[in-house]
C-alpha cells in the first residue's frame, strides 16, 4: 500500500499562485510515477501532470503547461505541483495519485489516490 497525503491548497486571488505538496508513504518502492488530477464540482476528474518517480520525465495536460510545474524531492518522498497565474477556472479539488505502471492522463492507470485538497481562485 502506498498513503498519499496532499496540502498546500486554499483561496488565493486570480493572478497568485500556490505550491501543492504530496506526501508518500508506505510502500513506495513500488510506485513508478505520480500524478496530479483536479476535479471541480459537477464535472469529471481532469488529467494535470505527471512526472516518473525516477528519472523525473514530466508529462502535462496541454491546457496546464507553462503555468504549472511538477517537480519531487525523491529523499522527501514528495512530489509538488506550482501552479502560477491562478484563474477562477481552476477552482478545484486537487488530487494526488501515485501509479506502479506507466502512465500519463488515464486515472485508471493510477491506483492510490490521496484524499484531496482544496483550492479556490477568487476574481
Known amino acids: 500500500q502506498v498513503q498519499l497525503v496532499e496540502s498546500g491548497g486554499g483561496l488565493v486571488q486570480a493572478g497568485g499562485s500556490l505550491r501543492l505538496s504530496c506526501a508518500a508513504s508506505g510502500r513506495t518502492f513500488s510506485v513508478y510515477a505520480m500524478g496530479w488530477f483536479r476535479q471541480a464540482p459537477g464535472e469529471e476528474r481532469e488529467f494535470v501532470a505527471r512526472?516518473?518517480?525516477?528519472?523525473?520525465?514530466?508529462y502535462y495536460a496541454d491546457s496546464m503547461k507553462g503555468r504549472f510545474t511538477i517537480s519531487r524531492d525523491n529523499a522527501k518522498n514528495t512530489v509538488y505541483l506550482q501552479m502560477n497565474s491562478l484563474t477562477p477556472e481552476d477552482t478545484a479539488v486537487y488530487y494526488c495519485?501515485?501509479?506502479?505502471?506507466?502512465?500519463?492522463?488515464?486515472?485508471?492507470?493510477?491506483?492510490?489516490w490521496g484524499q484531496g485538497t482544496q483550492v479556490t481562485v477568487s476574481s
Open positions: 495519485a501515485a501509479s506502479t505502471v506507466v502512465a500519463d492522463g488515464i486515472p485508471n492507470l493510477y491506483r492510490y
Open positions: 512526472i516518473n518517480w525516477s528519472g523525473g520525465n514530466r
